[in-house]
C-alpha cells in the first residue's frame, strides 16, 4: 500500500510495510515445569538481519546461528530480510536450547515453505545442531504435560525423547531427527502410543540387591519393613562395619512398584533435570538418593545452577529414598533445611526473580555411629572419645530433626557365627509382598495413592481407631518419656502401620508397644 501526501507544494509516495507475522508454538523450562511460550517471526524488508526479543538467555540468543545453519542444510534459502522474532510472554526468562525448533519451524512458516496445517495446535520443541539434526533436550515429559494441559493436540519433538512422553494421554507424538523431515514429509513423523491401560506389571522387575544377601540384623529389618510399608523416616545407630548402609542400599527392593501416575511425576523431575537418558521411557523404580555429606545447600534442597532453578536431591527422591550416610558429618544448615520438607511433602525455593515449588514426599533414612570414632559401647574399651566429643557429635543432629524420625534403631555389630551361617530367614521378594498388601489397605483406606505418614494430625481420629486399653499405654508412656506432640501423632501412624501389616482393622495395644520401642532410642 502506497499514501499519498501533499505538503509544501510537494507530494509525497510513502509506502506502509506490513510486517508478514507467523505464529508457532514453543515452550520453556522453569523448575521442572514448562510454559508455553509463544514464538511470533516477522519478515521485513531491510539489511539482513536477526532480532531475538522476549527475556532470552545467552543459549536463546545463540539460537540464531543454529537456525540459520540448519536451515541452509536442510535445503531451505534463509531469508535475506530482516527478522524479528519475538518470544512471548516477554516476562518470563527463556534458558536453553529448547527453542531452536519452534523459532526455525516460525521462519519456514513466514516463508510458506510449510502449510499452517502442520502447525496449527501443534508444538515445537527441539535443539538443533549446525547440520539440521535434532537433539535431545530436557524436559520434554513436561512439555508433554503441558499440551495435555493447554489442549494442545500435537507435540514435535526430538526423535530420542519420544519414549518418555508416550504414556501422556490426549497428545499425538511426533519423533524429529532432522529438520528436513518437517519440509518433505511431515505426515510420515506420528507415533502410535501404546495404551496407558496397558501399563506394564512393574513387580516383576529383579533388584539387584535383596535382604536374603543380609547376616542377622532380623530387628533392623523389620524396622525397615514397616518405614516401607507406611512411607516412614528411620535413623539407625550403629558402629563402622554392622550393615547400616547395606540395609538402606536394599530397601528399594521392598519397596512397592509406581503406578503410572507416579512414574509420570518421578520422570518429569528427572527429565527436567537432564537426568535420563538419551531413548530412555518412564522410569519404573523407586528412586534411591544416596548423596555425599560433602553436598551443598543447593545441591540438596534445590536451587540455581547456573540456569534458572534446578531440584536438588530432596527432589530427586520423590516418592523414594533419599538416604543420609554418616548423616551428623553433613552440614548444619544442610539437614536443618530438610526439616520444612519432611513436614510438607514439598519444597519452596524462593530467587530474586522466581519462587517456585518443588515434590519432595520422600522416605529419609539416616544412619550415624554412636560417636566420631565409632565404637561408644561396640566394645567400651575400643572407642576412643572422651564424652564431650560423644556429646558434641550427637548433637549436630538437632531435637526438632529428630522428632520427625519415626522410628530410630541401634544396628549392633554381627556376631561372627551368624556371619558364617547359611540360614536365611529374609527375603526381599517376601517381605515386598507384605509391604504392598499393606500400601493397597492404606490405598483402600484414603481412597488415594498415600501412606499412613502423609496423613496430617488432625486426621488421625477421622481415620484411626483407638481402643481405650491402646490409649491408656501410649498416654503412660508419652508422659514418662516427655513425647512432643508430633512424636505423639507419629507413634499413632506407625502402630497402624504395624497394624495393616498384620491386616487388623484396630491399633490394637501390642502395634503401640513396637511403635513405641521405636521410638525411645532417640530420647
Not at 526473580?353 to 519432595?360: D, E, H, T, V
Amino acid at each position: 500500500m502506497i499514501i499519498l501526501l501533499f505538503k509544501n507544494n510537494f507530494l509525497y509516495f510513502i509506502p506502509i510495510i506490513h510486517l508478514m507475522i507467523s505464529k508457532v508454538n514453543g515452550a520453556t523450562l522453569v523448575g521442572i515445569e514448562s510454559k508455553l511460550v509463544e514464538v511470533e517471526i516477522g519478515l521485513q524488508p531491510g539489511l539482513p538481519k536477526f532480532v531475538l526479543v522476549g527475556l532470552p538467555d545467552k543459549a536463546v540468543e545463540e539460537s540464531q546461528e543454529r537456525v540459520r545453519s540448519s536451515l541452509i542444510q536442510s535445503g531451505a534459502i534463509f531469508p535475506k530480510q530482516r527478522i524479528i522474532c519475538n518470544l512471548a510472554p516477554a516476562d518470563i526468562k527463556k534458558e536453553g536450547p529448547i527453542l531452536d525448533l519452534s523459532i526455525a519451524v516460525g521462519i519456514l512458516l513466514s516463508m510458506k515453505k510449510i502449510s499452517s496445517n502442520i502447525t496449527n495446535n501443534s508444538l515445537f520443541i527441539g535443539e538443533l545442531s549446525l547440520n539440521g539434526k535434532v537433539r535431545t533436550i530436557n524436559g520434554a515429559l513436561s512439555v508433554a504435560l503441558l499440551c495435555k494441559k493447554t489442549g494442545i493436540k500435537r507435540l514435535f519433538l526430538p526423535i530420542k525423547n519420544v519414549e518418555e512422553t508416550l504414556y501422556v494421554p490426549g497428545v499425538d507424538i511426533y519423533g524429529v531427527s532432522h529438520l528436513e523431515e518437517l519440509l518433505k514429509n511431515p505426515n510420515g513423523l506420528q507415533i502410535n502410543k501404546p495404551d496407558p491401560n496397558h501399563w506394564p506389571n512393574q513387580a516383576k522387575i529383579q533388584d539387584e540387591f535383596d535382604y536374603a544377601d543380609v547376616k542377622g540384623q532380623d530387628h533392623a529389618i523389620r524396622a525397615l519393613e514397616i518405614a516401607a510399608a507406611g512411607g516412614h523416616n528411620l535413623l539407625m545407630n550403629g558402629p563402622p562395619g554392622s550393615g547400616k548402609s547395606m540395609l538402606a542400599k536394599r530397601l528399594p527392593s521392598i519397596l512397592p512398584p509406581l503406578s503410572l501416575e507416579e512414574s509420570l511425576e518421578v520422570t518429569q523431575i528427572y527429565s527436567a533435570a537432564g537426568k535420563l537418558a538419551d531413548g530412555s521411557g518412564l522410569i519404573v523404580n523407586r528412586p534411591y538418593r544416596s548423596p555425599h555429606h560433602t553436598i551443598s545447600y543447593a545441591a540438596l534442597i534445590g536451587g540455581s545452577g547456573g540456569k534458572g532453578i534446578k531440584p536438588g536431591e530432596i527432589t530427586l527422591a520423590h516418592l523414594g529414598v533419599l538416604f543420609l550416610d554418616e548423616m551428623p558429618e553433613f552440614g548444619k544448615m544442610e539437614l536443618e533445611a530438610l526439616r520444612q520438607p519432611l513436614e510438607n511433602r514439598n519444597i519452596t525455593i524462593s530467587r530474586a526473580r522466581a519462587s517456585l515449588k518443588l515434590p519432595a514426599s520422600c522416605m529419609l533414612i539416616g544412619a550415624m555411629n554412636p560417636c566420631p570414632c565409632g565404637y561408644r559401647g561396640y566394645p567400651e574399651e575400643k572407642c576412643i572419645s572422651h564424652y564431650g566429643q560423644c556429646s558434641k557429635y550427637i548433637k549436630r543432629i538437632s531435637g526438632p530433626l529428630l522428632d520427625r524420625m519415626d522410628l530410630s534403631i541401634s544396628v549392633p555389630p554381627v556376631p561372627t557365627q551368624e556371619l558364617s551361617s547359611t540360614k536365611n530367614n529374609h527375603s526381599s521378594q517376601e517381605i515386598r509382598k507384605r509391604v504392598i498388601i499393606a500400601r493397597n489397605i492404606q490405598i483402600e483406606r484414603y481412597q488415594k495413592n498415600i501412606t499412613n505418614s502423609m496423613i496430617p494430625s488432625e486426621k488421625i481420629k477421622t481415620y484411626f481407631t483407638l481402643k481405650e486399653n491402646s490409649l491408656n499405654i501410649l498416654n503412660r508412656f508419652a508422659e514418662k518419656h516427655q513425647f512432643s506432640g508430633r512424636a505423639y501423632y507419629r507413634i499413632i501412624k506407625v502402630g497402624r502401620t504395624i497394624a495393616d501389616l498384620e491386616n487388623t482393622q484396630d491399633i490394637e495395644p501390642h502395634h503401640l508397644l513396637e511403635a513405641i520401642q521405636y521410638r525411645i532410642p532417640q530420647q
